[in-house]
């Protein structure tokens, strides 16, 4: 069940790391975490000009509230859930996704953004556009992006 103080988006506006953290905020918090994601300069060694992401969103947002629904049973004192993710065209530096999660304990805090994250990157239908400098370019599912990352 999602609870009212979650909060779940996709937006082609600028993501704030302030409004998150804001939106995450909670008296019975002892930690918050927030994991931002953001376009970087390269993929595979190749050097990137930007990146366009697309969504179907009323699909994204059913399992952003999964996710926090999945949160809740594991950590069942979890506060609150944010997750915000951008769609379109983003430069180097850019923020494309933040995840916030505000738990009384950072242990359970930790764990749960770390899951939100994991769980969307594999399971949202978002997809992004690698633009390259050579003028080349690739559409990738964002969870195969991390498929050759430790975890």
Not at 30 to 50: C, E, F, L, N, W
Not at 120 to 147: M, Q, R
């Amino acid at each position: 069940m999602t609870q009212n103080k979650d909060h779940f988006t996709i937006t082609f506006a600028p993501l704030s790391f302030d409004e998150v953290y804001q939106l995450a905020d909670d008296p019975a918090n002892g930690a918050i975490v927030v994991m931002s994601g953001t376009v970087r300069q390269q993929t595979d060694g190749k050097p990137v000009i930007y990146l366009e992401y697309q969504a179907y969103e009323p699909m994204a947002i059913a399992i952003f509230k999964q996710i926090g629904a999945d949160i809740r049973q594991k950590w069942p004192d979890t506060n609150t859930i944010v997750i915000h993710h951008r769609v379109g065209r983003l430069k180097i530096g850019e923020i494309s996704v933040l995840v916030a999660v505000g738990c009384p304990h950072r242990g359970e805090s930790f764990a749960a953004c770390r899951y939100a994250i994991d769980t969307l990157k594999h399971n949202a239908p978002i997809w992004k556009k690698e633009h390259f400098t050579n003028g080349s370019s690739n559409w990738v599912n964002i969870g195969a992006c991390e498929e050759g990352e430790n975890n």
